[in-house]
């Protein structure tokens, strides 16, 4: 998918946070451990692994391809990429009220290990949530 395509979909996603743009897209893909999955047009993943450590960045499903398990083969293939790249511990941020995102990520295993007050504006705290990924790359 192109930067251009990218900021599209994730436009069709998100509010809070506001979208990124596509010049976002096209730096953030040019940054040392950055990759990028996606499944057809409808949805994507960029995660970021350096140090022994990974991040996912953001995920983006468009709205009708929901509720589908994109978003679980996903988040899956991420854990698998990141520690395939050398990484023990994953984390992200997801917005407090996000309880969608919060039920997939918790399914996978990831856990609550902090809070960042008022990350995506002065209503909405972000939940740091962290994956230890040494199990998946000993368990397969």
Not at 9 to 22: E, K, S, V
Not at 53 to 64: H, I, K, R, Y
Not at 115 to 134: E, S
Request: proline share 6%; aromatic share 8%; hydrophobic share 50%.
């Amino acid at each position: 998918m192109s930067p251009e395509a990218l900021a599209a979909l994730h436009a069709r996603c998100f509010t809070l946070p506001p979208p990124w743009p596509a010049t976002a897209f096209a730096a953030m893909l040019d940054m040392p451990g950055v990759f990028l999955l996606t499944e057809g047009r409808d949805a994507f993943l960029l995660g970021r692994a350096l140090a022994g450590e990974a991040e996912l960045l953001t995920l983006a499903v468009a709205p009708e391809a929901r509720r589908g398990g994109v978003g679980r083969r996903l988040t899956a293939a991420f854990a698998g990429r990141a520690a395939r790249m050398g990484a023990d511990q994953a984390f992200l941020e997801v917005a407090c009220d996000n309880l969608a995102a919060r039920a997939l990520y918790s399914a996978q295993g990831w856990l609550e290990a902090g809070r960042r007050r008022r990350y995506y504006g002065p209503a909405t705290d972000a939940i740091v949530m962290r994956l230890t990924l040494r199990v998946i790359q000993e368990g397969g």
